[in-house]
C-alpha cells in the first residue's frame, strides 16, 4: 500500500498543470473504446487487453496470448476516429502498441473572395508504445511513450509524449479494483507559419483516478459498477460512472454518466462476447446539436 501511496503522489506531481490556458490536441480526451465510451469513460479500474494502451497500461499486466482491439467511430462534420491495440505477453508481463486517429474528409479551400481553389486536411494521429507487469500481490504498475502528431493542411506539430498508471486489487476486498493513470504528459509542440514558429500547443496532461467493484448476481449474471474522476490540464475536471451487466452467454448492456462534461452527459452500449472474439457498441448523444455518436469495437484473442 505505501508503494501505491508513493507511486500516486509523484504522478499528481508529473501531472501538475504547466499553465491555464486550454492544451491542443484534444484528440486524445476522446475515450477510446466503445465499451469504455458506453461506461461515460470511467474505465482507469476496468482496462484490461489491448485497449489499456489507452487508460491505464497496468491493464496490460492481464494479456496472456496475442490480442488486438480495434475500433471506429463517425463524428460530427465527418470527423472519423479510428483506432488499432497488438498486445502479447512478454518480458514478464503485457506489451503493446497502438494507434489512434482523429481525421476528416477533404476540406474546401477559398481564396479571400470566396471562390473554391482546391481542398485540404487535417489528422491528429498517436502512435505508442506500452507496458505493464505485476509487482506485488494484487499490485500492477505500468508506462507508456508516445508519438503525437497534429496537421492542419500543410502545417503539422509534433511532440512526444509518456503515462504511467497503477492498479491495486486487494485481497482483502474481494471485487474491488482501484486505479491511478496518468497521461498526455509531455512538452508542448508549435507550428512553424512562413518562418515564424507560433504559441506552444499544450498536450491535455490528465490523471484519473477511482475504483471498480464486480459482483455475481447468483450464477448467471455479473454486475460491475465503476465510478473514476479525471482532472485535465487547462480544462474543468469530470467525473465519471459506469455500469455493465453481463450474462454468461456473452452479452452485456452498459450505461455510463459524465458529470461536469460540456459535451455530454449520459452514453449507452451493449457487447457480446465469444470464445475468440468481443464485440461492442456506444452510443453517445452529444450536447449543442453536435448530433450523436455511434461507436463500434472489437477484440480477438489468438
Known amino acids: 500500500m505505501r508503494r501505491l501511496l508513493l507511486f500516486a503522489t509523484l504522478l499528481s506531481i508529473a501531472a501538475a498543470p504547466a499553465h491555464a490556458a486550454p492544451p491542443g490536441f484534444a484528440f486524445l480526451e476522446l475515450p477510446t473504446g466503445a465499451r469504455a465510451a ?23 499486466s492481464d494479456l496472456r496470448g496475442l490480442e488486438v482491439a480495434g475500433g471506429h467511430a463517425e463524428l460530427m462534420e465527418k470527423l472519423r476516429n479510428d483506432y488499432f ?22 476540406i474546401e479551400e477559398r481564396d479571400e473572395f470566396g471562390d473554391l481553389v482546391g481542398s485540404f486536411g487535417a489528422h491528429d494521429l498517436e502512435l505508442a508504445l506500452s507496458y505493464g507487469r505485476p509487482v506485488a500481490a494484487g499490485l500492477a504498475l505500468g508506462g507508456s511513450v508516445a508519438l503525437v502528431r497534429e496537421r492542419i493542411s500543410n ?13 491495486w486489487a486487494p485481497e482483502a476486498l474481494a471485487g474491488f479494483r482501484f486505479a491511478l493513470a496518468a497521461q498526455n504528459l509531455g512538452p508542448s509542440a508549435s507550428y512553424t507559419i512562413d518562418g515564424v514558429v507560433g504559441a506552444p500547443v499544450g498536450l491535455p496532461a490528465a490523471v484519473q483516478t477511482g475504483m471498480s467493484y464486480t459482483y455475481g448476481l447468483g450464477t448467471r449474471f455479473n454486475l460491475a459498477g465503476s465510478l473514476e474522476g479525471r482532472a485535465i490540464r487547462g480544462r474543468n475536471g469530470i467525473g465519471a460512472a459506469g455500469a455493465e451487466l453481463r450474462d454468461v452467454s456473452g452479452a452485456s448492456l452498459r450505461l455510463g454518466g459524465r458529470f461536469n462534461d460540456d459535451s455530454s452527459a449520459l452514453t449507452f452500449g451493449a457487447g457480446y462476447a465469444m470464445q475468440k472474439i468481443t464485440l461492442d457498441y456506444a452510443f453517445v448523444p452529444l450536447r449543442y446539436d453536435l448530433g450523436d455518436t455511434h461507436r463500434f469495437a472489437f477484440r480477438a484473442k489468438f
Not at 461506461?39 to 476496468?46: E, K, N, R
Not at 511532440?159 to 497503477?166: I, K
Open 85 to 106: 491495440s497488438l498486445g502479447g505477453r512478454m518480458f514478464g508481463g503485457g506489451v503493446a502498441a497502438s494507434v489512434r486517429a482523429l481525421y476528416s474528409e477533404p
Open 155 to 167: 502545417l503539422s506539430a509534433t511532440t512526444y509524449a509518456f503515462g504511467a498508471g497503477a492498479t
Open 38 to 60: 458506453a461506461l461515460g469513460g470511467a474505465y482507469a479500474s476496468l482496462a484490461s487487453g489491448p485497449e489499456a494502451a489507452y487508460w491505464n497500461a497496468a491493464g496490460l
